[in-house]
């Protein structure tokens, strides 16, 4: 009898488990199929907190938005700022690479650099540079033949040059207040002074090493020069009022390189936008995680629309005359 009764046991848990076994194809026979949505994820790193490149950081994710890639639905951001420390930048190049990010978005020039010597494979769409192929970021702006690819923030030199001339037509000595660590801002200084040049006009540099050494620079140049430059500089962007302390006092203006600089106090410039060239980097990177092009086949690609900015207080600390032929507008 308990050996039937084992025997009768035995047959109900073999029935049972194929019920199961059936319920379980079942299941997956109903599975969908459609193929989940794709996710990415995607570092970006930036150098320092000012607003250019806060600028550059909306557009570049504002951008990947519009084309479909969007933070919690198919992509994952991780946002990474520096603070314009290069042990910071070695860190975060480490933790992309070890999370084997789809694509970095590195914003300025020192970001960019070290995320290329981290990674030669995955994709690097940068902003707020200058000059790539100065930078030895790619072989040729126009076919960069590396993993990197992007924006670049060269602005108007020359253009620069006949402003100053137009609303000051006496200066005869300019100065030039850039980062020395900052290797395309030194090519911009080259390209203002060989465009000074063509005018007659002395270029008087004075060089800083970080933030701490601006109101020295420009105390430097106090008495010796007639107006002040100063190009695309992350240094100087993100310290402008250390500047302006010395240079509203002297009464010597400052023609800078991006408009952020002019909205914060400078007098002038013929501004880039950095919003718009993270909207360009942010459709290239796009094109990349659509598999549309690859980076070493993508040329490096520069805003081509510049507007004339006067910072009106200034103006008026100054008791600045704009000519009537020259269009412009007031920001605060």
């Known amino acids: 009898m308990m050996m039937k009764r084992l025997c009768l046991l035995g047959a109900a848990v073999l029935t049972a488990l194929t019920l199961t ?19 990415y994820n995607i570092g970006v790193v930036q150098l320092v907190e000012h607003k250019a490149l806060d600028a550059a950081n909306k557009g570049f994710v504002d951008a ?34 070890s999370n084997k990010v789809d694509l970095i978005g590195a914003i300025a020039t020192p970001a960019a650099q070290t995320m290329a010597n981290a990674t030669k494979t995955t994709p690097i769409v940068a902003t707020a540079i200058t000059d790539f192929e100065i930078a030895k970021l790619v072989k040729d702006n126009k076919k960069p033949g590396t993993n990197v690819t992007g924006s670049s923030d060269m602005a108007p030199i020359d253009s620069l040059v006949e402003l100053i001339l137009k609303i000051y037509p ?6 030039a207040i850039y980062s020395s660590s900052e290797i395309n801002s030194e090519r911009q200084i080259q390209i203002f002074k060989d465009f000074a040049k063509k005018k007659n006009l002395e270029v008087i540099e004075a060089t800083v090493s970080s933030v701490n050494d601006i109101q020295q620079a420009a105390q430097s140049l106090v008495g010796k020069v007639d107006v002040v430059y100063t190009p695309t500089d992350n240094t100087i962007a993100s310290a ?10 002297a009464k010597m203006p400052v023609f800078a390189g991006e408009g952020g600089m002019t909205k914060e106090g400078a007098f002038a410039s013929i501004a880039i936008d950095y919003y718009e060239l993270g909207k360009i980097a942010g459709n290239m990177a796009a094109d990349i995680l659509e598999g549309k092009s690859k980076p070493e086949d993508m040329a490096i690609q520069f805003q081509k629309n510049f507007q004339t900015l ?19 507008e007031l920001v605060k």
Do not use: H, W
């Open 21 to 39: 076994a059936c319920d379980d194809k079942k299941t997956v026979s109903q599975a969908p199929t459609n193929p989940a949505v794709k996710q």
């Open 64 to 97: 990947l938005a519009a084309r479909g890639f969007v933070q919690g639905k198919n992509v994952t951001f991780d946002f990474q700022n520096a603070q314009a420390d290069q042990s910071n930048l070695r860190n975060i190049a480490q933790r992309f690479t």
């Open 170 to 175: 006496d200066t005869k000595k300019v100065g």
């Open 240 to 249: 402008v009022p250390a500047l302006l302390k010395i240079t509203e006092t």
């Open 310 to 328: 006067v910072n009106e207080t200034s103006m008026k600390n100054l008791q600045a005359k704009i000519p009537a032929d020259v269009k412009y």
